[in-house]
């Protein structure tokens, strides 16, 4: 059990009480100045858990155990663990062992690419127990290495330093990944997030197991080229858009692994090349818009909603009779309704009638909590051309 202790305001053991695992700065009265796992108690020194504190960050407490059970290496062990068993069977090689508040083990992230694993150490309190929270990882998963991939900007807020370090062993610059037959190759070190958007995963099998046979594909913003693989396997042809060069070069190694010869990769600006297509009347039967996150705070969402809609209404322009689109927003600001009122709004525009085929999220292994809206970010829709 910690001996540092913090003190809350009535408004932060609420939080708490209503389910939410967050304490912000304006409800904390009395706290240590460095940080850690600390005891939490209320004015009237009733002990109410133990947490992560951040002193220089807004969140200065994150619930990590209502009881005084030692917050030690073992303790992360069985956290983890138990997030392992929650994932059940995965089909794929790669996947998310700990999805930090949404497993009750905030501010910490854990992939697993094969026999490696990537972790993201996202607060100052977790990083005071960096060294029980590894070997908690290691008693967990047993892996060869442990690559710390702690150069999230979120870390800035925490006043901590952008990082790229291993922690045990050795982690590959390139480690190869199966999902649903599909291989890739992921970038521990250099890539996207932990090396991979592996938040997608079972949306990129939906989007494979609707796209139609024989027909044209588009994946917009296709990065490494993660659902265009997907969409090769059955159509006749697949075009794969991004604006980075050395993103389409990684996309050209991962179709040579699958032997995928039917994908032609467009260096381009994803605006400018729908524009361009809506122009000289293309069509497409499937197409996948899987944009980065254009919405990094409240004030940008207006911005982002037209974006959003723009993008939207063009796919949808092109989009062939009983042809589908999976379109998706990584942006937390843009909630699922509004996203959902994004697409009404662009599908009116477009004089299409598009039926929807299924809401998505994130994969089951980025699970979030129904008390912390803050937990879930990634939100989309499959949808299918009617007229």
């Not at 540092?4 to 100045?33: C, F, N, Q």
């Not at 090689?93 to 083990?105: F, K, M, N, P, T």
């Not at 480690?175 to 890739?184: A, F, K, P, Q, R």
């Not at 042809?237 to 032609?264: K, Q």
């Amino acid at each position: 059990m910690s001996e540092m202790l913090v003190t809350v305001k009535a408004k932060g053991a609420e939080r708490w009480k209503l389910g939410h695992p967050w304490i912000y700065r304006s409800d904390v009265v009395e706290a240590p100045p460095d940080p850690g796992v600390v005891r939490v108690a209320d004015r009237r020194g009733k002990f109410l858990g133990q947490a992560l504190y951040s002193p220089r960050s807004e969140i200065r407490l994150r619930l990590l155990s209502r009881d005084d059970t030692p917050i030690d290496a073992a303790w992360w062990g069985r956290r983890i663990g138990a997030a392992l068993a929650r994932r059940g069977t995965v089909a794929a090689s790669a996947y998310r062992v700990v999805h930090a508040e949404g497993d009750g083990l905030p501010a910490l992230v854990v992939d697993r690419y094969g026999p490696f694993v990537v972790a993201q150490l996202l607060s100052a309190g977790l990083e005071r127990v960096r060294d029980a929270v590894v070997a908690g990882i290691e008693a967990a998963l047993a892996p060869e290495g442990i690559l710390l991939r702690n150069d999230a900007t979120i870390r800035r807020h925490e006043g901590l330093p952008l990082e790229v370090t291993p922690a045990r062993g050795t982690v590959p610059e390139t480690v190869e990944v199966e999902e649903d037959g599909i291989h890739y190759l992921a970038a521990p070190h250099r890539g996207q997030k932990t090396g991979a958007f592996l938040d997608q995963r079972e949306n990129r099998a939906l989007a494979g197991a609707h796209t139609r046979p024989g027909g044209r594909g588009l994946d917009l913003f296709t990065y490494h080229g993660s659902f265009a693989l997907h969409l090769a396997r059955r159509a006749a042809e697949v075009t794969a858009v991004d604006s980075s060069g050395d993103a389409l070069a990684r996309g050209r190694e991962n179709a040579a692994l699958n032997s995928l010869t039917n994908i032609v990769w467009r260096e381009a600006n994803a605006f400018d090349y729908l524009r361009d297509l809506e122009r000289r009347e293309e069509q497409f039967d499937t197409i996948v818009l899987d944009p980065p996150a254009f919405a990094k705070t409240k004030d940008s969402v207006p911005r982002a909603l037209a974006g959003y809609k723009e993008i939207n209404l063009r796919a949808m322009s092109i989009l062939a009779p009983g042809g589908v689109l999976l379109t998706c927003s990584c942006s937390y600001h843009v909630n699922r309704g509004v996203f959902a009122e994004m697409l009404g709004a662009a599908a009116q525009d477009s004089g299409r009638r598009l039926q929807v085929l299924a809401w998505v999220g994130a994969g089951r292994d980025h699970p979030e909590l129904v008390t912390a809206p803050e937990t879930g970010y990634l939100k989309g829709a499959l949808l299918q051309a009617i007229d």
